[in-house]
Each structure stands twice: as structure tokens, then as C-alpha cells.
């Protein structure tokens, strides 16, 4: 039972570079969504998707952009990575917006 | 104002103890809300939702109080595999989808 797939698990990069962190679920669910999450801060919403074709922002989108071309599919995209930036990244995905949320295993980004 | 907030702790309760948690929340219109546990450095996963009337699993009890703004979860005889963090979530409704997280609540159940 995949579920929700993010890779990789673990990335450094330098600043200024540019990365895409992807996230697939085999689930068939329409929401998705990716969130940071840092010490004593919580997650924090980024960017989600309630469909192929539509995304909207979260919280804190600067930095980031998203495209959901597939049901299946939400790859989350660092334009041009800052210190900032260094996190653990989660990916996100449920049928419904009231249903449990079912969480990828992470990806923690550090930005040197 | 955070629009989830929860107490960081950490909890540290024996083994067996009864424990509490509370959360409270900004926005009056919010219907959903949900406790999340999430073990160090592994992905937060559902542990309950939170009913109006509110609801049991075994040792786990959460309730929802709308006039307050808070909600609940409280742990009856502890055991160490309980030791985790307990994130409350709430989803706003304000028109888009949307999980607010709280910053989570650490339980430490010593031996």
C-alpha cells in the first residue's frame, strides 16, 4: 500500500538552486497539499490543490510554486533555494476536505 | 493571535496517569477539527476526529467546546508507546480547503 510518495527523503542544496520535491498518491483523492514544518512553529501550509488543474496558496507560498497536472501528482518546486528555506517538507493528499489527511514520509531540505 | 494554539509542554506523566490536552482556535466559523499524533521525525497521522458531541476510542476521549473555542484530548492510563507529539488541527471552512496546525503538545509517559 503505497499511499503518499515524496521523494527524496533527504536533500541538501546550495543557494540559488532550483529543485523540485515530488509527491505521488495512489489514492485517487482530490485534495493535496504541501506544508514546512520547523521547530515550535507547527506545519504551515504552503500551497494545496483541491483538483487536477487547480492550485491556490497557503500560508507561507513565496519561494515555491506548485502544478497539478494529474489526480496523482504535486510536485512542489524551489525556484532558487535560500538558507530560509531549509525544512521538513510534507506532502499531503485526502478524498474529502473534512476526511483524514494522509501525510508522505517527509522530506528534509537543507539549504547551505 | 495564532490561529491554532496549543501548550508545547512537555507533558511528563508516568506510566498509567491520566493526561490532558487542550487547543483553542481563532475562527468562530471552523467545523472541522481533528488530533494528529506525529512521532519524532515521521509524518503526522490521524489519531481522532473532533464531533460536536464528541467522541471515544479506547483510551483516547476528545471533545469539542464551540462556545470556548478550544477542544480537547485526553489519554486515560498512559502507556510509553503514547509518548509522541499530539497536533491539533483544525479546518477553517473559509470557503477553500485548508488545515490549520497547531504547534502540538510533547507527551513524554516514563516508565
Known amino acids: 500500500n503505497a499511499g503518499v510518495t515524496q521523494t527524496p527523503k533527504f536533500q541538501v542544496l546550495k543557494t540559488g538552486q532550483s529543485m523540485t520535491l515530488q509527491c505521488a498518491q495512489d489514492?485517487?483523492?482530490?485534495?493535496m497539499s504541501w506544508y514546512r514544518q520547523d521547530p515550535g512553529m507547527g506545519l504551515r501550509l504552503i500551497h494545496y490543490?483541491?483538483?487536477?488543474?487547480?492550485?491556490d496558496q497557503g500560508e507561507v507560498p513565496n519561494g515555491y510554486n506548485v502544478s497539478r497536472s494529474t489526480t496523482e501528482d504535486f510536485p512542489l518546486r524551489l525556484l532558487s533555494a535560500a538558507p530560509s528555506q531549509t525544512s521538513v517538507y510534507f506532502c499531503?493528499?485526502?478524498?474529502?476536505?473534512?476526511?483524514?489527511?494522509?501525510f508522505g514520509q517527509g522530506t528534509r531540505l537543507t539549504v547551505v | 493571535r495564532k490561529e491554532v494554539e496549543q501548550d508545547p509542554g512537555p507533558f511528563n506523566v508516568p506510566e498509567g496517569a491520566t493526561v490532558a490536552f487542550n487547543c483553542t482556535y481563532s475562527n468562530s466559523a471552523s467545523q472541522s477539527f481533528f488530533w494528529y499524533r506525529q512521532d519524532c521525525r515521521k509524518e503526522p497521522k490521524l489519531l481522532m476526529s473532533v464531533y460536536s458531541s464528541g467522541n471515544e476510542d479506547g483510551r483516547f476521549t476528545a471533545q469539542l467546546n464551540r462556545a470556548s473555542q478550544y477542544i480537547s484530548l485526553l489519554i486515560r492510563d498512559s502507556k510509553l508507546s503514547d509518548s509522541a507529539t499530539y497536533l491539533c488541527v483544525v479546518n477553517p471552512r473559509d470557503s477553500s480547503y485548508k488545515l490549520i496546525f497547531g504547534s502540538g503538545t510533547r507527551l513524554l509517559v516514563r516508565p
Open positions: 490543490s483541491v483538483g487536477a488543474g487547480i492550485t
Open positions: 499531503a493528499s485526502s478524498s474529502t476536505e473534512n476526511t483524514e489527511a494522509f
Open positions: 489514492m485517487n483523492h482530490e485534495y
